[in-house]
């Protein structure tokens, strides 16, 4: 017979076991968690062109982008570089009622045992247009100028740029926080919508069952109302404001 000492001897062991069990599978938990709001925040920085915050989420060490046809840039400095000089151009933020829209969703995220590396697959769901620089998509009728015609503030003519792709993304822990390693996207199709009018103001408050507060105000800058970030950059920690580009000559 097992002697009493022997028993809790083992209970003891069982325990530790168990513990050191459901703290692995806890922490890796959390790392899903904690990759699936990098990931998120990525999609809602490109969606106002803030290459400095969205580079800021990549490695030190081991980060790499490729879109595309486009090549890899390997390293964070050269990461940043595609952003900011290669994807926009040169300028950080949207231009005046451009629109862009970076949906990202069915995401897989899978955990090393070691909890040091970490992959995740995405699809991307992605809109874009409008703004004074209206660049003409091929196979899109020409460009109109915005007129007065259409819904209040309306930009007239153009198109609409819709694509969808993959992400297979490697994300890594450096200094106990999640970030981006290799963010690779390949898209599945592109294809351009031809609108007459694009409008950023909804339906004018009722005046026959008014609200108990005036709605808040538009962002000028950007020709749209704009919902503030609530949180912090993932790995810095600072707040990020959107910004809007200066217009091109």
Known sequence: MESRDDLLKRIAD???????????????????EEIKR????????????????MADLFADNGAAIEIGRRGRYVGKANV????????GGGFTGLRRQQVINHTQGQGIVTVSPDRQHAQGRWRAIIQGGGGPQRQQIPGSAPVASAGNAGPPGALRGG?????????QNTYIRENDVSKLGVL???????????????????????????????????????GRQFMPFH???????????????????
């Open 38 to 53: 990098l990931q998120r925040t990525y999609g809602y920085y490109i969606d106002l062109c803030l290459w400095e915050p």
């Open 231 to 249: 949180y912090r950059h993932p790995v810095t920690g600072a707040a990020v404001s959107p910004v809007v580009a200066p217009d091109k000559a």
């Open 159 to 167: 198109a609409m740029k819709y694509s969808e792709g993959i992400y």
């Open 184 to 222: 690779f996207w390949v898209p599945t199709y592109y294809v351009s919508h031809e609108y007459d009018y694009m409008w950023f103001q909804s339906a004018a408050a009722s005046t026959e069952i008014p609200p108990q507060r005036a709605p808040t105000p538009p962002n000028e800058e950007l």
């Open 14 to 32: 069982l325990e530790h076991k168990l513990e050191t069990v459901l703290e692995g599978r806890l922490g890796r938990l959390e790392d899903i």
């Open 80 to 87: 940043l570089k595609f952003l900011r000089d290669v994807n």
